[in-house]
């Protein structure tokens, strides 16, 4: 199917060519009969090559050889050779007269040197020649592996807000704990500086009471001394 699409877009630009050709040679008054059969075969060559396409197509998707998707994807490359091919026939009627857009449209696209073929480009390794079950299998698989995947990222996320939230607990426990402390560290100052005044206060009080008790001991001797008899 791959060298039928290949030769077939090669054909197609192999007409756009001969037709350029016949062109230049009907304006240089050239005899283009020639060039005239040689195209007119290629078409019915192309409109062959076309049909089969269609016919494999048809063949390999019905049969489960590719899957839908790929048969969507190469419906669209087979539609465009079928555009192509209206395009070259209406050019090849006009005889020279080739609007710019079938002549943009003809010399482009389609299999060129160098370009990897289009036809080519189908599904991966993994579901090439696998049947729509077994590709639906696949994907399930795959399905059941994300979810596992994603379960297994939550629980984790779980664990760790569960985590996020116990050491906030946590922070406030020690924050109430250190406002206990401080409060009690303030009560035991204010009751520091109490008693301290309170000492201060006793201290002075003895030291005046000291000061009495002396002076009325003098008196007391004076007294003595003064009432005793002498010899």
């Known amino acids: 199917m791959?060298?039928?699409?290949?030769?077939?877009?090669?054909?197609?630009?192999?007409?756009?060519?001969?037709?350029?050709?016949?062109?230049?040679?009907?304006?240089?008054?050239?005899?283009?009969?020639?060039?005239?059969?040689?195209?007119?075969?290629?078409?019915?060559k192309l409109k062959e090559k076309i049909a089969l396409l269609k016919d494999l197509l048809l063949r390999a998707v019905s049969t489960h050889q590719i899957t839908q998707l790929e048969g969507d994807r190469r419906q669209n490359l087979l539609d465009d050779l079928v555009t192509r091919e209206r395009l070259l026939l209406t050019s090849f009627k006009n005889e020279g007269a080739e609007p710019d857009l079938i002549r943009s449209s003809l010399m482009t696209g389609g299999a060129k040197r160098g370009v990897p073929n289009p036809w080519l480009f189908e599904e991966p390794e993994e579901t090439r020649g696998l049947g729509f079950d077994e590709i639906r299998e696949q994907q399930q698989k795959i399905i059941q592996e994300q979810d596992a995947g994603l379960d297994a990222l939550s629980s984790i996320i779980s664990r760790q807000k569960q985590m996020?939230?116990?050491?906030?607990?946590?922070?406030?426990?020690?924050?109430?704990?250190i406002d206990d402390l401080a409060n009690l560290v303030e009560n035991t100052d204010e009751k520091l500086r109490t008693e301290t005044r309170r000492v201060n206060l006793v201290d002075r009080k003895s030291t005046s009471c000291g000061m009495i008790t002396v002076i009325l001991l003098l008196l007391v001797a004076i007294v003595v001394v003064a009432v005793w008899p002498t010899d």
């Open 2 to 44: 791959f060298s039928t699409y290949d030769s077939t877009c090669q054909i197609a630009q192999e007409i756009a060519e001969k037709i350029q050709q016949r062109n230049q040679y009907e304006r240089n008054g050239e005899n283009t009969t020639k060039l005239t059969v040689t195209i007119r075969a290629l078409l019915q």
């Open 164 to 177: 996020g939230q116990e050491i906030g607990n946590e922070l406030n426990e020690q924050n109430e704990i």
